[in-house]
């Protein structure tokens, strides 16, 4: 009786390493190195788990995580705004939303930049190209429960479509901070809401950069402060 397969070659029964535990054998990505200098051997691997690492890195930023707003770099804060605001604005026009749901300041209220964001992030897993069928059809279901809870931020906050004011906070006797001042809530007319938005995203990178210069400064004067 023929076959149409070729017959594989035979195996080695034993390790390729053999007994000695000082040879190398293949590597953990299937190249044998023992036949180079042990120096050489050394750094192909280091490269290796460094690309394996960069790659595994690169995957898993591609799944939609949820956003920490307070911990982003400046360079990673500037781009998840910006990215965020142009999804929004798909959004609105999209599904037609009105400004009891969407304002135009909704970058300047912090509880509707958490909410805009979840919900983003949300829809990006929902619609990822490895998503289950049903996926589209959770993510409607929890937009809809969010278009509610966005209408009750926004009464909250008391934006609007053409004026807007901060949020309003209410201070806790002997129960803030001492440098904590309440926000001005004074109420401004919504004239040019994109340069205003701009605006905002170089305020946010500013503040960012100087807390996170001021968390190096300190980390290094500690390390500087214990040198024998």
Excluded at 42 to 52: E, G, H, P, V
Excluded at 105 to 134: I, T, V, Y
Excluded at 170 to 183: L, Q, S, V
Aim: aromatic share 8%.
């Amino acid at each position: 009786m023929t076959t149409d397969n070729p017959t594989p070659p035979d195996l080695p029964d034993t390790d390729p390493s053999g007994s000695d535990p000082t040879v190398q054998g293949p590597d953990f990505d299937g190249i044998d190195l023992s036949g180079l200098p042990a120096d050489i051997a050394d750094k192909a691997r280091a490269f290796a788990k460094q690309t394996f690492q960069a790659d595994l890195a690169k995957s898993l930023t591609a799944v939609a995580r949820p956003i920490n707003w307070r911990t982003l770099p400046p360079a990673d804060l500037e781009a998840e705004l910006l990215e965020l605001n142009g999804w929004v604005d798909w959004l609105r026009h999209t599904y037609g939303l009105p400004a009891q749901v969407i304002p135009p300041m909704w970058h300047r209220h912090p509880e509707l930049l958490w909410e805009l964001s979840a919900l983003r992030q949300h829809w990006l897993f929902c619609f990822d190209l490895q998503a289950k069928g049903n996926q589209a059809l959770a993510w409607h279901h929890d937009f809809s429960l969010a278009r509610e809870r966005l209408r009750d931020w926004v009464t909250i906050s008391g934006t609007r479509l053409d004026r807007d004011r901060p949020t309003r906070i209410t201070a806790w006797p002997g129960g803030e901070a001492e440098d904590w001042t309440e926000p001005d809530a004074t109420e401004r007319p919504v004239a040019a809401r994109t340069k205003d938005f701009l605006a905002f995203v170089e305020e946010q990178v500013k503040a960012r950069t100087a807390e996170q210069d001021a968390t190096i400064r300190e980390i290094v004067n500690i390390e500087w402060s214990e040198q024998p």
